[in-house]
């Protein structure tokens, strides 16, 4: 058991805001897959450690979390052992429907509980818990896609709610929206649409103008100052966040000045980055959630295995989500920025030292959680390392946006 460890992965609405998180069982093995021998074992770990040993609010703060169940807990041979309120029960699709199961579900509707359909791929399949489950999830990978409108009409006319699962692109991400569907999963959020020749607007400009300048190695803290200073929401927030208790100052700081000397020349790259990439407009808020979880991985990653310049980690994080923030090709963005050759070759091609920590965290937020980390770290350290940046975000983020 002690093996078995949780991970999350963001489910948005259609404004692209998260509302919820699956909490995800993964087992570690050679092959980077969930290896899940007892489903019953694996749902009862994710429980007991999500609730009595971490806390379903340091992990899912004020969202809802989605819980795989298996058919013991459906059909009420293992009780469920939390409220209805800020759980949604999943039904796995290899569960077989039968009377009991059938049973089980509408008791469980009865409690109260909110139940959702995983991994759906037709309407026949799932015909008989259509009137007491409230959410399917409809598997794009499995899915044809001229018969999407179809299954899309059909749940629709059962006022159920719709979730697209594995959302891999913004294509995927776009026809999903147009069919009307309220939830998306997946990974598209990372990969950004890309217009052959566009134009890059304004507000991007300055951000990466900005950025440039940050990353510059002939940059000084006087040049640092000057873009802190030409905007006064941009100084508050900076004077906030070293105020924060990550910095653990005895007396709060007043000044510019006094924040670049207690926070370092290369964190204060990082944190301008993270306020600038803020400002970005009409891009989804987890993406800095995503960053900053990346960087804080990176970082504490390097440091448990001795990597020398941990800061450069937490960079690496940091700017990995450039691409889907601007709208460009990572490669496109590296040729207008000045960093190291080794930063540059870990974000294009997760090469080198930075490029595996980096490529690895990346595996983890995706629930991959393989072999990569297991030669260097131990697995009980990861968690407590991913657990512990979640924390940190949260820390970070309610500083920042205030």
């Given at each position: ?115 959702a359909l995983d991994d759906v791929i037709s309407a026949i399949q799932i015909e008989p818990l259509l009137n007491v489950t409230a959410i399917v999830k409809i598997d794009l990978m499995q899915v044809d896609r001229q018969l999407l409108p179809a299954l899309v009409s ?57 950025l440039a300048k940050l990353q510059d190695p002939e940059a000084t803290f006087e040049s640092l100052e000057e873009i802190i200073e030409m905007d006064v929401n941009l100084g508050y927030k900076l004077l906030k966040l070293v105020n924060s208790a990550y910095y653990y ?145 949260n820390e970070i983020l309610s500083k920042v946006r205030a």
């Amino acid at each position: 058991m002690s093996e078995l460890l949780i991970a999350r992965q963001p489910i948005f609405n259609r404004s692209l805001e998260v509302v919820a998180y699956e909490l995800l069982y993964r087992s570690t093995g050679s092959t980077g897959q969930a290896k899940v021998i007892d489903g019953d074992l694996a749902t009862t770990q994710v429980i007991v450690d999500t609730f009595s040993e971490i806390g379903l609010e340091s992990i899912v703060g004020n969202k809802i979390a989605f819980i795989n169940m298996t058919r013991n807990f459906l059909v009420g041979k293992i009780a469920i052992p939390f409220a209805p309120n800020q759980v949604i029960l999943e039904i796995l699709e290899d569960i077989v429907i039968d009377k009991p199961l059938i049973l089980g579900i509408e008791k469980l509707d009865q409690q109260g509980f909110t139940l959702a359909l995983d991994d759906v791929i037709s309407a026949i399949q799932i015909e008989p818990l259509l009137n007491v489950t409230a959410i399917v999830k409809i598997d794009l990978m499995q899915v044809d896609r001229q018969l999407l409108p179809a299954l899309v009409s059909h749940y629709k006319q059962h006022g159920l709610k719709l979730l697209a699962e594995k959302v891999e692109t913004s294509q995927d991400y776009d026809l999903c929206h147009r069919l009307g569907f309220e939830l998306f999963q997946g990974y598209f959020l990372c990969k950004p649409k890309v217009i052959i020749s566009q134009r890059m607007d304004s507000s991007r400009l300055v951000l990466l103008r900005s950025l440039a300048k940050l990353q510059d190695p002939e940059a000084t803290f006087e040049s640092l100052e000057e873009i802190i200073e030409m905007d006064v929401n941009l100084g508050y927030k900076l004077l906030k966040l070293v105020n924060s208790a990550y910095y653990y100052m005895p007396t709060e700081i007043s000044s510019i000045r006094q924040a670049i000397a207690i926070i370092g020349f290369e964190q204060l790259r990082g944190w301008i980055s993270l306020l600038l990439m803020m400002a970005v407009q009409n891009k989804p808020h987890e993406l800095t959630v995503i960053a900053l979880q990346r960087a804080r991985m990176c970082e504490q990653i390097a440091k448990a295995t001795h990597q020398t310049g941990p800061e450069t980690y937490f960079l690496a994080g940091l700017l990995s989500i450039l691409d889907a923030l601007m709208d460009v090709p990572m490669i496109e963005i590296m040729n207008k920025l000045t960093l190291a050759p080794e930063l540059v070759d870990g974000l294009l091609n997760h090469k080198g030292k930075i490029g595996r920590i980096l490529e690895s965290v990346i595996l983890y937020e995706q629930g991959n959680l393989g072999a990569i980390f297991t030669t260097d770290i131990q697995t009980a350290t990861i968690q407590k390392i991913y657990l512990d940046s979640i924390t940190w975000v949260n820390e970070i983020l309610s500083k920042v946006r205030a």
